[in-house]
């Protein structure tokens, strides 16, 4: 009964429930998504599965914005789809990824015995090889109108390939030729957002850009 929510490139969500997609054996070639969703000149750029609208979502376009914005604003799907992010007019940007993000509680009074809530860290990763980590408490909510703001500042002809929320203690780099490297998330440095990052990987002609 959970709602799959589909981002394109674009920055449109498109919904539907998880039932309405038709069951199928192991081998068979599956179903095209243009004839379950309203999709135009725009591809499906992630999935996500969603029970409850309680938490935010955290979004990352391929030249380095990023936007944090709440799931409340997805609650009452449309068939036509609704605008999640203001990508610019010229087809400049993309949106190459949006995950599930714990919204945090509000901060506890001094007197409290709570303890304070960690917000969840986020990387980003470049095609080129660079690779930032961050806190996702660094990026504000914001409305569906917005665009963002810079996560990762880029080097001419690098772009932003992927976005992890950081539950784990380590993460897999692969790479375009097959390549790949397993790294300790504490050996990203962690920083302010909108910084260069640090290097991730040596891409070579031999390995090829990181995917």
């Known amino acids: 009964y959970d709602y ?24 068979s070639k599956g179903k095209a998504l243009a004839n379950l969703l309203n999709l135009k000149d725009e591809k499906i750029t992630s999935v996500i599965s969603v029970g409850k609208f309680e938490d935010s979502l955290f979004m990352a376009t391929k030249n380095g914005i990023v936007k944090k914005i709440s799931l409340s604003y ?26 599930v993000v714990q919204r945090q509680e509000a901060e506890p009074l001094a007197t409290s015995s709570k303890s304070q809530s960690k917000a969840q860290e986020v990387l980003l990763a470049t095609k080129k090889g660079q690779a930032i980590r961050f806190s996702s408490g660094d990026v504000r909510e914001m409305g569906r109108a917005s665009y963002g703001v810079t996560g990762i500042k880029l080097d001419k ?28 998330v504490k050996d990203y440095r962690k920083t302010a957002r909108a910084g260069k990052g640090v290097r991730n990987l040596k891409v070579k002609e031999k390995t090829g850009d990181i995917v």
């Open 157 to 184: 002809g690098d772009e932003v390939v992927s976005l992890e929320i950081l539950n784990t203690q380590e993460v897999l780099t692969i790479t375009k030729n097959g390549y790949g490297k397993r790294t300790a």
């Open 74 to 99: 997805f609650s009452k799907p449309r068939a036509s789809g609704v605008r999640a992010i203001n990508l610019p007019a010229d087809n400049s940007d993309a949106l190459i990824d949006v995950q």
């Open 4 to 27: 799959l929510m589909f981002f394109t490139s674009r920055g449109k969500v498109l919904w539907l429930k998880a039932y309405d997609i038709p069951e199928a054996e192991r081998y």
